[in-house]
């Protein structure tokens, strides 16, 4: 997420009362996560196990729960707690705006698109050309959609991620401030959920189809001309490359990659990232055909069991 205009670290450390290392006067342009940091970014961290990996980053300032050395050209971010003042630099910069019309007059709908009744348009949404938006769909606020788009009835675009630091008192949820981008030529079938990303952007490329009741996760990039049937589970920071299948039931871990015209055979379950090209199959998935040919061969123990009781 960038700032609507340039912050000082000063006026960063002031709104979130904490102390800072590094020029009072270095600019800061926005916020992100780890995974889509630039320069100008704020990111956060609140573990050792991951000190230098938001250190060595993009981001030239850190969000950081404890003062360490400060690598050149960056400026630190002194916080006793990170995830809590993160949260309220999202609250500041990108407050929820409740709506008090069906259809925000912020929001911008382009030429012969069909808006169907009890549809939700947030503010700030842009739907483009030529778009089907069937009943009761929910698109928050920020969702951009590009032309030539078909929405199912029940389907919500911009749900929160499901992101939450576990604290003694209970689960406490890190506040979402990105969009759902959906690109031309895009059909997504019926109770489809699509969050919206953390700080960045939930993506589906042009001309992917989407089946009934599918679970896109915050931050996930979804390539052009993939294929997902129904029930598939898709968690956060997954891209998923060009031309991708999946089929039904399919059940992907975060923050792994799918390479471009793999195929994922029903409820497998991804959890390491796979190669382009191939065909997968089981939990975890592996190439199917190895896995068709072990369990060809599980299913002559009992024959081989015979044979080693007849030899005796």
Not at 24 to 34: D, K, R, S, T, Y
Not at 111 to 137: A, D, E, L, R, Y
């Amino acid at each position: 997420m960038k700032f609507p205009k340039p912050h000082t670290l000063k006026q960063i450390a002031e709104l979130i009362s904490c102390d800072f290392v590094g020029d009072a006067e270095f600019l800061v342009l926005g916020m992100n996560e780890i995974h889509v940091v630039e320069p100008g970014d704020i990111v956060f961290v609140d573990h050792p196990k991951y000190y230098d990996k938001a250190l060595q980053s993009a981001a030239t300032i850190i969000l950081i729960n404890k003062e360490v050395d400060c690598p050149k050209g960056k400026a630190l971010l002194i916080s006793k707690d990170p995830f809590n003042d993160f949260n309220k630099l999202t609250n500041y910069f990108k407050p929820f705006k409740a709506s008090s019309n069906l259809i925000s007059p912020s929001s911008k709908i382009g030429k012969n698109t069909i808006i169907q009744p009890n549809t939700f348009i947030g503010h700030n949404v842009v739907i483009g050309n030529n778009c089907v938006i069937h009943s009761n769909v929910s698109i928050y606020d920020d969702t951009i959609i590009g032309n030539n788009v078909t929405i199912h009835s029940g389907t919500v675009l911009g749900a929160n991620a499901f992101y939450y630091k576990k604290r003694p008192e209970g689960f406490d949820r890190l506040k979402s401030s990105g969009r759902v981008v959906i690109e031309n030529h895009v059909d997504i079938g019926a109770n489809c959920t699509i969050d919206r990303g953390v700080t960045g952007d939930t993506t589906i490329k042009e001309g992917s189809k989407l089946d009934n009741q599918i679970q896109i996760g915050h931050d996930t990039v979804i390539g052009k001309k993939c294929l997902i049937a129904s029930q598939v589970g898709i968690a956060g920071c997954v891209v998923v490359q060009d031309e991708v299948t999946f089929w039904g039931q399919v059940g992907c871990t975060s923050g792994v990659t799918i390479g471009t015209k793999a195929v994922i055979h029903a409820q497998s379950g991804i959890s390491k990232s796979l190669e382009g090209h191939k065909t997968y199959w089981g939990t975890p998935a592996q190439e199917a055909r190895a896995e068709m040919k072990e369990m060809a061969n599980i299913k002559k123990i009992p024959e081989i069991f015979q044979h080693i009781k007849a030899k005796k």
